[in-house]
């Protein structure tokens, strides 16, 4: 795995580089900024780019994932972050990243959540973000829906789902507004990880992470359905 590693904190940047090339990862560049992190990433093209969303305010940090996103479309951009309201997570996961990490996981659990993303699936840590999801929601999608939900599930993208499902891509988008708006979801990212944990009926259940070796549960993450670079709208 070869890694580009950004946050505004320069020492804890450098400490998670240090355990991540003890892991026999390659981490090609650790930066501070925005800019910094968006012209690494550009030049190094790592596998993936952990990106503490706040460098130095909110508003550079998904400024340089949606550059990223455009620029280096085969990154997986993880958002690490120590915040704690749904806004800053919505605001983030609606451009299409490929998981989110609390800061308030240990360094092992990072590196586990980035094994799982490097695996191609999709994690979402599940922290206070998380909000309930009832069995009823299921209830309320239409069979072409309910369908839609499993194809997502799968990782198909867009294009695949509509030609499998013999409809047009226009129809094909409003079934996955439908079934996002009904699962409360802002993006298709967290459509699966909703699905996932509430298991509804018809969707894969979400993988276990591997635990941890002193014998504790693996953190707290949602793993979903393989990505397949990453999850077009």
Same mark, same amino acid.
């Given at each position: 795995?070869? $890694? ?31 800019? &910094? ?5 550009? /030049?190094?093209?790592? &596998? ?15 400024? /340089? ?10 990154? /997986?951009?993880?958002? $690490? ?70 194809? =997502? ?7 695949? =789902? ?20 009904? $699962? ?15 298991? $509804? ?9 591997? /635990? ?22």
């Amino acid at each position: 795995m070869r $890694l580009v590693i950004s946050d505004g904190n320069r020492i804890l940047g450098e400490a998670l580089a240090a355990v991540m090339q003890d892991s026999e990862h390659e981490v090609v560049a650790v930066v501070s900024s925005a800019d &910094d992190c968006v012209s690494a990433v550009t /030049a190094c093209k790592p &596998d993936i780019c952990l990106l503490e969303v706040r460098i130095p305010h909110l508003e550079d940090g998904l400024r /340089a994932i949606q550059e990223i996103r455009d620029e280096c479309p085969a990154t /997986a951009v993880v958002v $690490l972050s120590d915040l704690r309201d749904r806004r800053t997570w919505s605001q983030a996961n609606k451009l299409e990243i490929a998981g989110l990490v609390s800061k308030d996981r240990s360094v092992a659990q990072i590196v586990t959540a980035l094994d799982a993303i490097m695996d191609g699936k999709l994690v979402l840590d599940q922290g206070p973000w998380r909000k309930p999801v009832s069995t009823a929601s299921a209830v309320d999608l239409t069979p072409r829906e309910a369908e839609v939900l499993q194809r =997502m599930i799968a990782g198909q993208d867009t294009r695949r =789902m509509a030609c499998e499902m013999s409809v047009t891509v226009s129809t094909l988008r409003t079934y996955v507004k439908n079934v996002l708006a009904k $699962l409360g979801a802002h993006s298709r990212l967290e459509a699966v990880a909703l699905a996932s944990r509430a298991n $509804l009926p018809d969707a894969a259940s979400p993988r276990q992470l591997p /635990a941890r070796p002193d014998g504790e549960e693996a953190p707290p993450f949602d793993v979903a359905a393989p990505r397949q670079a990453g999850i077009p709208q």
